[in-house]
Nanobody, 125 residues
Framework: QVQLVESGGGLVQAGGSLRLSCAAS????????MGWFRQAPGKEREFVAA????????YYVDAVKGRFTISRDNAKNTVYLQMNSLKPEDTAVYYC??????????????????WGQGTLVTVSS
């Protein structure tokens, strides 16, 4: 089993920045592909970013490219999402996800087995 605990959410003005963290436990962290997803009120959960096991492979949804950066520290069992130039449309609950069996980065909710409880990000205009 893998436990994921997100932190770092909060209220920020448009144009501001936040850094989300997700601490993992229960399995060798470097064996996991990690992703960030988000779910806005009344909408489906959507992919934001993913990072490969070593941290070299990265993938982002177009809406956040150039503004968000995903990274991981395998020594600290933690994945991060640095969010800059935030917009009101970034408001959502952000979820950390992990999977040990993926052979490549995935954007699909159904392909990640482990999920955190989510952290709320609210961007005011």
């Amino acid at each position: 089993q893998v436990q994921l605990v997100e932190s770092g959410g909060g209220l920020v003005q448009a144009g501001g920045s936040l850094r989300l963290s997700c601490a993992a436990s229960g399995r060798t962290f470097s064996s996991l592909i990690m992703g960030w997803f988000r779910q806005a009120p009344g909408k489906e959960r959507e992919f934001v970013a993913a990072v490969g096991r070593s941290g070299a492979a990265l993938y982002y949804v177009d809406a956040v490219k150039g503004r968000f950066t995903i990274s991981r520290d395998n020594a600290k069992n933690t994945v991060y999402l640095q969010m800059n130039s935030l917009k009101p449309e970034d408001t959502a609950v952000y979820y950390c996800a992990a999977d040990a069996g993926l052979q490549r980065l995935s954007t699909k909710v159904a392909e990640y087995y482990y999920w955190g409880q989510g952290t709320l990000v609210t961007v005011s205009s």
